[in-house]
């Protein structure tokens, strides 16, 4: 914890609650000099002396000695090192004395941090979904198309006013009918931009699917603590016999809970996204036979959150490792993992969201991401440490491997998957960065990123 919190602090406290410090350098039984030194960070503090100061000035030692607002720390020290921020020239070497004297100033410039944020990820939703969900193209085509008609027949009866009444009726009657179809295409739009929670609204199973992971936190406890049991029941031998029976377990056990869990869901609209999920969840349970939750907990924990020796460890593949640690329960005591993958084209075909980390879905995400790259050395399990535009760091830790036949003269068909972690729960695993390593600046998107001077940019940010 930065020590510049904690001056500050215990100064604020002592003058809110009326002690001088001669009375509260008494309390503690240290002179009042030595006091002075400590509000002013000029000397260091812990262990008992720490505590009798918390006791003396009714604190919890928690709040007093800082543990409580560590994060709030790193995370404002991240935004500072925004380039708006750093344009404005802030005091990011007083930061731990802004928290000490004035935290609820620190949660607001936190929380107007996090709202801007939120915006963008809209921004980048919106964006996605104007630039590329097929209804708003067909959508205005067609009304194009029914005015360049509207246009055409009036134009005929202005420039031919001693037209026949017969052919006039006609052309009225075809007005008639383009109008009446322009409206009901403009009724179709206007209730598609209408809806109150349109940012929000899942327009495909696909994104109604990751809504629902996203609500549950990729975490299904209903099946968890049952998939444990049939753990116990697997045969011994190699992978694919353990595999093959972990799926024969899962469709005779789990299926009515996976459906009970899909019925239950209101996230799901679409008879298709209640297939995929069904589907998906099957598939989660047979990753839960295989790896159960407690002894992914302990054994990841021991060996630092090694994707491959975890790999090695149960007998499974990577990408399975990776949607497993993706589904740890959120808690102080694990890291938060998020789970990605792409196929060649750069394609998302899977992805369990970490917190922070919005995935474009209608658009392509920021090239610069190992994700993309990882296929330019298959099998090789690669680390990024990037930092993206908001100041939020983040390690993605990357392997391509083939997927297709195997073979002379078959093509290879490369699939790459990626987990992610917060720069801070990184620290907690093998793959916590080297102080020394430098971020690599990366964005969402293109259309979301403000580094105007990225030469992989291939279109114009949204605010222009």
């Given at each position: 914890?930065?020590?510049?919190i904690?001056?500050?602090r215990?100064?604020?406290r002592?003058?809110?609650?009326g002690?001088?410090?001669?009375?509260?350098a008494?309390?503690?039984?240290?002179?009042?000099?030595?006091?002075?030194?400590?509000?002013h960070n000029?000397?260091d503090?812990?262990?008992?002396?720490?505590?009798?100061?918390?006791?003396?000035?009714?604190l919890?030692?928690?709040?007093?000695?800082?543990?409580?607002?560590?994060?709030l720390?790193?995370t404002?020290?991240e935004?500072?090192?925004n380039?708006?921020?750093l344009a404005l020239?802030?005091e990011?070497?007083?930061i731990?004395e802004?928290?000490?004297r004035?935290?609820?100033w620190?949660r607001?410039i936190?929380a107007?941090?996090?709202s801007?944020?939120?915006?963008?990820?809209?921004a980048?939703?919106?964006?996605d979904?104007?630039?590329?969900?097929?209804?708003?193209?067909e959508t205005v085509?067609?009304?194009?198309?029914?005015?360049?008609s509207?246009?055409?027949?009036?134009?005929?009866?202005?420039?031919?006013?001693?037209?026949?009444?017969?052919?006039r009726?006609?052309f009225?009657?075809i007005?008639?009918?383009?109008?009446q179809?322009?409206?009901?295409l403009?009724?179709?739009l206007?209730?598609?931009?209408?809806?109150a929670?349109?940012a929000?609204?899942?327009?495909?199973?696909?994104?109604?699917?990751d809504?629902?992971f996203?609500?549950r936190?990729?975490?299904?406890?209903?099946?968890?603590?049952?998939?444990?049991?049939l753990?116990?029941k697997?045969?011994e031998?190699?992978?694919?016999?353990?595999?093959?029976?972990?799926?024969?377990?899962?469709?005779?056990r789990?299926?009515?809970?996976v459906q009970k869990?899909?019925a239950?869901?209101?996230?799901?609209?679409?008879?298709?996204?209640?297939?995929?999920?069904?589907?998906?969840?099957?598939?989660?349970?047979?990753?839960?036979v295989l790896v159960?939750m407690e002894?992914?907990?302990?054994?990841a924990?021991?060996?630092?959150y090694?994707?491959?020796?975890l790999?090695?460890?149960?007998g499974?593949?990577?990408q399975?490792?990776?949607?497993?640690?993706?589904?740890?329960?959120a808690g102080?005591e694990?890291?938060?993992?998020?789970?990605?993958?792409?196929?060649?084209?750069?394609?998302?075909?899977?992805s369990r969201?970490?917190?922070g980390?919005?995935?474009?879905r209608?658009?392509?995400?920021c090239?610069l991401?190992i994700?993309?790259r990882?296929q330019?050395?298959?099998?090789?399990v690669?680390r990024?440490?990037?930092?993206?535009?908001s100041?939020?760091?983040f390690v993605?830790?990357?392997?391509?491997?083939n997927r297709?036949i195997?073979?002379?003269?078959?093509?290879r068909?490369y699939l790459?998957?990626?987990?992610?972690?917060?720069?801070e729960d990184?620290?907690?695993?093998?793959?916590?960065?080297?102080?020394a390593?430098?971020?690599?600046p990366?964005?969402?998107?293109?259309?979301?990123?403000?580094?105007r001077?990225?030469r992989?940019?291939v279109?114009?940010?949204l605010?222009?």
């Open positions: 914890m930065k020590r510049n904690l001056g500050p215990i100064r604020e002592r003058r809110e609650i002690i001088t410090q001669v009375d509260l008494r309390q503690i039984e240290i002179s009042a000099s030595y006091l002075n030194l400590i509000e000029k000397r503090i812990g262990g008992t002396l720490l505590r009798k100061l918390a006791n003396a000035l009714d919890p030692l928690d709040k007093l000695d800082g543990a409580a607002d560590r994060r720390l790193e404002l020290q935004i500072a090192q380039p708006e921020m020239d802030v990011d070497k007083r731990g802004l928290i000490g004035f935290p609820g620190a607001g936190l107007l941090s996090r801007e944020r939120q915006a963008t990820n809209t980048q939703i919106l964006s979904r104007l630039n590329h969900d097929p209804f708003l193209g085509h067609k009304m194009l198309s029914r005015i360049a509207l246009h055409s027949a009036s134009e005929i009866i202005d420039q031919y006013p001693e037209i026949e009444s017969a052919s009726d006609r009225y009657a007005m008639r009918e383009e109008s179809r322009l409206c009901k403009g009724d179709a206007a209730s598609y931009f209408d809806n929670a349109w929000r609204r899942t327009l495909t199973p696909l994104d109604e699917v809504a629902f996203d609500k936190q990729n975490h299904f406890a209903e099946i968890e603590g049952r998939a444990e049991q753990y116990l697997l045969p031998g190699k992978a694919a016999i353990r595999l093959s029976a972990a799926r024969e377990l899962v469709n005779k789990l299926d009515k809970v869990i899909i239950a869901e209101s996230q799901l609209e679409t008879d298709v996204a209640r297939t995929r999920s069904h589907e998906i969840l099957l598939r989660y349970a047979v990753a839960a159960p002894i992914l907990k302990r054994r924990a021991e060996l630092k090694d994707l491959e020796m790999s090695d460890d149960f499974v593949d990577f399975l490792i990776g949607e497993r640690l993706s589904a740890l329960p102080a694990n890291p938060r993992f998020g789970f990605y993958q792409a196929n060649a084209s750069g394609n998302i075909t899977l969201n970490l917190p980390l919005l995935v474009p209608y658009g392509s995400s090239p991401w994700l993309y990882a330019q050395a298959p099998n090789a690669l990024q440490h990037v930092q993206l535009p100041g939020e760091g993605f830790v990357a392997r391509a491997a297709g195997t073979g002379f003269g078959q093509a068909h790459t998957d990626m987990c992610v972690l917060s720069d990184a620290r907690h695993t093998v793959y916590a960065p080297d102080p390593t430098v971020f690599e990366v964005g969402l998107s293109c259309r979301t990123c403000p580094r001077n990225c992989h940019r279109i114009d940010p605010t222009g």
